[in-house]
């Protein structure tokens, strides 16, 4: 089946440093989400990549499909202690039938 | 708009008991969901359904069964509750597979 794989797992940062997580799927996706979860709450979605090779910004996170379409990759410039929580990918392979597919998430930490 | 309420919050079961977590969305989606939360291994699909009166199984469907009898609301039932189900479970609801997907804010359950 189709598999999702995130790196890094865990990313500690000072604050100030960049930050990037990469998402991997083994199979070329439709298309392909971005969620972002703090500390003790819920999944919230950040946006979603459609086309090859598309580059999507949303103030400091700058988010990347690959031109295969089969990966993708959330990078934070100068992070903040607001930016604390859990990035998640998600993979959509398309079709009639669910077929959404989340990475295990990169949990980010900020030393103030 | 509440967006997708879940209850209860928190509740803690012996082994072999039963209950049922509630899941209600008032943006009038066809799509709802639900999954579960462990440490390190992201979100995990236990449900689904693609409309009033239809379900579906995720990734682990074992152990739980889903009622969705009307559009708003996406019941999860366990009938006899085990250790390997404590949790954090998530609902969510979305227009479609290709859509972005709101979650509710969890319930942590614990089996003990």
């Known amino acids: 089946g189709q598999q999702v794989m995130q790196i890094p797992q865990y990313q500690h940062v000072q604050e100030g440093e960049d930050f990037t997580t990469y998402c991997n799927s083994s199979?070329?996706?439709?298309?392909i989400q971005w969620y972002k979860q703090r500390p003790g709450g819920h999944p919230v979605f950040l946006i979603q990549?459609?086309?090859?090779?598309e580059v999507k910004k949303q103030k400091r996170l700058t988010f990347q499909f690959g031109e295969a379409k089969k990966n993708s990759s959330l990078h934070i410039t100068a992070t903040q202690t607001t930016d604390v929580g859990t990035y998640f990918c998600?993979?959509?392979?398309?079709?009639?039938?669910?077929?959404?597919?989340f990475g295990k998430g990169t949990l980010l930490t900020v030393n103030p | 708009n509440a967006g997708v309420t879940q209850t209860p919050k928190f509740r803690v079961l012996k082994t072999g008991q039963s209950m049922t977590l509630l899941c209600a969305q008032d943006?009038?989606?066809?799509?709802m969901y639900w999954y579960r939360q462990d440490p390190g291994m992201g979100l995990r699909l236990i449900h689904y359904s693609v409309g009033e009166g239809t379900t579906a199984k995720g990734e682990v469907p074992d152990g739980y069964n889903v009622s969705r009898l009307k559009k708003q609301n996406f019941l999860l039932g366990l009938e006899s509750a085990a250790p390997s189900q404590t949790s954090v479970y998530f609902c969510?609801?979305?227009?479609?597979?290709?859509?972005?997907?709101?979650f509710g804010p969890g319930t942590r359950l614990t089996v003990t």
């Open positions: 943006m009038n989606h066809e799509y």
């Open positions: 990549l459609v086309k090859s090779g």
């Open positions: 969510a609801s979305s227009r479609g597979f290709s859509y972005e997907q709101y």
């Open positions: 998600a993979g959509n392979s398309g079709g009639s039938n669910y077929k959404l597919t």
């Open positions: 199979t070329t996706l439709s298309n």
